[in-house]
């Protein structure tokens, strides 16, 4: 009896020895026990295919699996596993939150960068800017680079981007005697701020009520936070800078003031739909799909999709064209949501430097690249190469001089965005005076960054 005991015993410690020989393999991102690297690859929903959505089988997981699988294939440092995640978007934060908290936090992220602006203040991501070569710095614009630039490092390799721009009805435009001011189909016009009144203007005037019924001539909403870029995009017509150099709002001044004024005079005039303060973006958006808003906001996902609807007959087919947001100066405004990989500090020094060559893989390789096309590329080589296929590729290139960064890559860049809408919700309603609103929101803006750069990397380095 005590001979079996003794064996029995002796099973479970061998059991244990060997459990313990194999080392850590989990899908979550580790160095194994027999050599192999393991990375956790995560990202939302971007697109459905490698290259193109109409591939068998085309999922959201597959450009990052195919490059995950090239990238293993060619690389000779290490044995290398990548395992791919796709995350809800609406679940990214909380997923994170718990993972970094429980100190397993993914390897990289593949996502919009302007949602992951804070994880740089919290010293959750490494810099990337060792793997940015001359080429990559030449082929791709510096506005994108400013755009992912935290201090002085980069902490986003960009690799598509969607830019937001204005998209209005040629049609409506058309009927209403404005022929004059529509562009060319594959063109981003760019009208001067008295040429964006004049058409407001006379659609209101001149829009046939029998043809368009309920139309408005432009959309604004105040509903959310939900496409406020666009709102922050009119807020600096008139030349306000928005933040200064040490990442402070000064929109209280005069050029915002204006900017303001113009807002609440477009809704007094009623050149734009009525109860912008409780209308949504969304709400906007299918109000221009039904022909109901003359102009209306876009970026370039929307209006793919909405050419798409309008195609599978989804949509009553019109002539949607696209225009940049004016400036008072002339120039445009242009503002665009860079989609790059981000690399997760995991403490492991092998895991986070094969993280970095694949990153620069994924991001460089000149077949993968391509897959930028589901969006618009980052890369001037790309959109030229790709330019007939999709001539909108060569305008958005040529706008990428204009564009500025919407979030300042501040600290607390998401709590900011819960401090804009209520004011102009203030200022719609008669409750604010265009310059209480914007004294009040650049009050309560720089309290939250003031309270984020407390706990910020990049502030107190």
């Not at 990202?43 to 490698?50: A, D, K, Y």
């Not at 597959?62 to 000779?76: G, L, P, R, T």
């Not at 609406?90 to 939150?97: G, V």
């Not at 800017?129 to 390799?157: C, H, N, P, R």
Request: glycine share 6%.
């Amino acid at each position: 009896m005590r001979k079996k005991t003794l064996l029995l015993l002796l099973g479970i410690v061998a059991i244990i020895l060997a459990a313990c020989s194999e080392g850590d393999s989990s899908s979550d991102g580790t160095s194994s026990g027999d050599g192999t690297v393991e990375l956790s690859v995560w990202l939302t929903p971007q697109w459905q295919g490698v290259f193109d959505t109409s591939e068998e089988k085309a999922d959201y997981d597959s450009f990052m699996n195919y490059a995950a699988e090239k990238f293993v294939e060619q690389y000779d440092k290490e044995d290398v596993k990548i395992n791919v995640e796709v995350i809800a978007g609406d679940q990214r934060d909380e997923m994170l939150n718990v993972n970094l908290n429980g100190g397993t936090p993914p390897d990289i992220f593949f996502e919009s960068t302007f949602a992951m602006g804070d994880y740089v203040h919290r010293g959750a991501l490494v810099p990337i800017t060792d793997i940015i070569d001359d080429e990559a710095k030449a082929d791709i614009d510096q506005s994108l680079w400013d755009e992912v630039t935290f201090g002085d490092d980069v902490y986003f390799y960009p690799f598509t981007n969607n830019p937001g721009t204005l998209v209005y009805n040629a049609d409506m435009l058309r009927d209403a005697g404005l022929e004059e001011y529509i562009g060319e189909a594959d063109q981003l016009k760019t009208w001067t701020m008295d040429e964006l009144e004049t058409i407001l203007e006379e659609l209101k005037e001149n829009t046939p009520t029998d043809k368009y019924s309920n139309a408005y001539p432009m959309g604004l909403f105040a509903l959310n936070n939900q496409g406020d870029t666009w709102n922050l995009a009119y807020l600096r017509m008139f030349g306000n800078a928005f933040f200064n150099d040490e990442g402070n709002l000064i929109i209280d001044d005069e050029n915002g003031a204006k900017a303001a004024a113009w807002m609440k005079k477009i809704y007094d005039n009623e050149w734009v739909n009525p109860g912008a303060e409780s209308v949504s973006s969304n709400d906007v958006n299918a109000m221009f799909q039904n022909q109901q808003l003359g102009v209306s906001f876009t970026n370039s996902i929307l209006y793919n999709n909405l050419q798409a609807d309008m195609e599978s007959g989804n949509i009553e087919e019109f002539d949607a064209r696209l225009a940049n947001i004016p400036s008072e100066s002339g120039d445009p405004l242009s503002f665009t949501y860079v989609t790059g990989s981000a690399i997760f500090d995991t403490g492991d020094e092998k895991r986070m430097e094969v993280s970095k060559d694949f990153v620069k893989f994924l991001s460089s390789d000149s077949e993968l690249v391509k897959a930028s096309q589901n969006g618009v590329p980052v890369r001037a080589s790309v959109a030229e190469e790709l330019s007939d296929e999709n001539p909108l590729f060569t305008a958005y290139e040529e706008n990428a001089a204009y564009i500025f960064s919407f979030t300042g890559n501040v600290p607390g860049y998401n709590e900011l965005r819960q401090v804009l809408y209520p004011e102009l919700q203030a200022m719609y309603t008669g409750g604010k005076s265009p310059e209480e609103a914007i004294q009040s929101y650049q009050e309560k803006g720089n309290s939250v960054i003031d309270s984020a750069k407390q706990d910020s990397v990049i502030y107190n380095n």
